[in-house]
């Protein structure tokens, strides 16, 4: 029996999850239909609901100097839209068959079932922790959601000594290792790879670290963390590897994330080969026709490689709420994939990167060739114009552009968008070469960096073998 059908013509959307795919699903949904038709529930095992978790590395350094900042939609605006928002209650279970959810009450442990007509699986990611001795010791934190944060900031406010470890070099690693620095803390960033930002090539990282080391971080690379040290009192007192002891007051995991999909598994519903639900364009889970998806739970089609991938990233969370709405109140809207588009900072360095790296064209057989180039973000005469390094890869027969990766100071990031469109696109770097991009010394060299390495990079593409 349609679950309506014992409530009136009225349905009930189900949330799981209360941040950006979640809450933006509600909310569109419940644009398209008011109260009268739709019932909207939505479980949220935090405190907060609809904020930025990228700001948070912001938030710890003081650049945002409250909490509160970055929190777009309060649960009381939510509540005031007739959406159901249940707050510090966690979904434990989903009973596909029967179409109801388990939840339970974090602070009573209070059990009960809800039905649903439609459900939303917006769970996110957690933090990668790994199972290490000491790694639960008071003063290691992970940073994922603004409880994570403040409890990263409460530990800061308590603690005398001044040496941080970020362990991780990716880009909550790298953030956070600015954070720390800006916080006035001495600060060891361990790596088990080659060089940080692994999202990169290594000739690429390479920038990165040494731009790091100059900032006064310490960067160990190649290195495999093997323990937490704990003092007498129990809190971490070093962190240690095969060979060598950091000494920590506080330490921050900055390994990465992993799709949160172990009720969907416990449900039977399809995973992919990253851990994240698997759904059709319109962000349906494959094969059952009332649950939706998206966010940092699901694996998303990389348009370049043709392939499914994980990004986790606040952008693409939200248009996947925005599409889930749509759908679950009836409308059509769909969702293409991505190119793999990031940007990040550490102090005044930015890095940015699209589409592929060699390794990901070389794991799904394609030949290509590189061009990488250094440049400025203005023209050279221009006062404090930055230099910046572009590399970009292309398909050797055809030219098709298929990544872009970027490495300087101001100006320098948000170029990749150029970079991102083309891809998009499937543009050719021959094409690229001709694109009309706004110039003024101010804000550009007469060739632009991207137009230089397409330049470059198309001229590799003719070259013999």
């Known amino acids: 029996m349609n679950m309506s059908d014992a409530r009136g013509a009225r349905e009930r959307l189900v949330v799981i999850g209360g941040d950006a795919a979640g809450m933006s699903a509600a909310s569109q949904a419940r644009r398209l239909k008011g109260p009268d038709e739709l019932e909207i529930v939505a479980f949220e095992r935090g405190h ?10 912001y938030w710890v350094s003081g650049d945002v100097p409250e909490r509160d900042r970055l929190i777009a939609r309060t649960p009381e605006e939510h509540r005031a839209r007739d959406i159901d928002l249940r707050l510090r209650t966690e979904v434990t279970e989903i009973d596909v068959d029967r179409q109801r959810v388990r939840a339970r009450d974090v602070d009573s442990g209070a059990e009960s ?3 649903y007509d439609k459900l939303v699986i917006a769970t996110g990611a957690r933090p990668v922790r790994p199972e290490l001795p000491g790694v639960d010791a008071p003063g290691v934190h992970g940073v994922q959601t603004l409880d994570d944060g403040q409890a990263l900031l409460d530990t800061l406010a308590r603690t005398r000594g001044r040496c941080a470890v970020v362990v991780g070099a990716g880009y909550i690693g790298v953030e956070m290792a600015e954070a720390m620095i800006k916080r006035g803390y001495e600060v060891t960033a361990v790596n088990r790879g080659e060089e940080p930002m692994a999202t990169l090539d290594p000739d690429m990282g390479r920038l990165v670290r040494e731009a790091m080391e100059g900032m006064g971080i310490t960067m160990v690379n190649g290195t495999e963390v093997t323990k937490l040290l704990t003092g007498d009192d129990g809190r971490v007192r070093a962190v240690g590897t095969e060979d060598a002891e950091f000494p920590a007051d506080v330490v ?5 994330v992993r799709p949160e999909t172990a009720l969907a598994r416990a449900a039977g519903l399809p995973l992919g080969s990253h851990g994240g639900l ?8 494959r094969g059952h026709e009332n649950i939706w998806a998206g966010g940092d739970c699901v694996e998303v089609l990389d ?42 900072k550490v102090c005044d360095l930015e890095i940015a990167r699209t589409g592929l790296r060699e390794k990901d064209a070389r794991r799904v057989g394609l030949q290509y060739v590189t061009a990488t180039i250094e440049s400025t973000s203005r023209a050279g005469y221009y006062p404090n114009a930055s230099s910046m390094t572009v590399k970009m890869l292309a398909e050797r027969r055809t030219g098709r552009l298929l990544g872009v990766q970027i490495v300087g100071r101001e100006g320098a990031g948000k170029r990749v968008d150029i970079a991102a469109v083309a891809l998009t696109a499937a543009m050719t770097v021959d094409q690229m070469t001709a694109l009309d991009l706004g110039y003024a010394p101010p804000f550009s060299p007469v060739w632009d960096p991207i137009l230089v390495a397409a330049r470059r990079a198309s001229r590799a593409v003719g070259q013999p073998t």
């Open 303 to 344: 348009l370049v490689s043709g392939q499914e991938r994980h990004v986790p990233l606040g952008t693409h969370a939200n248009k996947h709420g925005q599409i889930i709405g749509a759908n679950a109140a009836g409308g059509y809207a769909t969702f293409p994939g991505v190119v793999g588009t990031a940007v990040s």
């Open 278 to 285: 698997l759904t059709d364009r319109s962000m349906r889970v």
């Open 252 to 256: 921050v995991l900055g390994i990465g």
């Open 48 to 57: 907060f609901t609809s904020y930025s978790a990228c700001g948070i590395p």
């Open 113 to 115: 079932w809800t039905s």
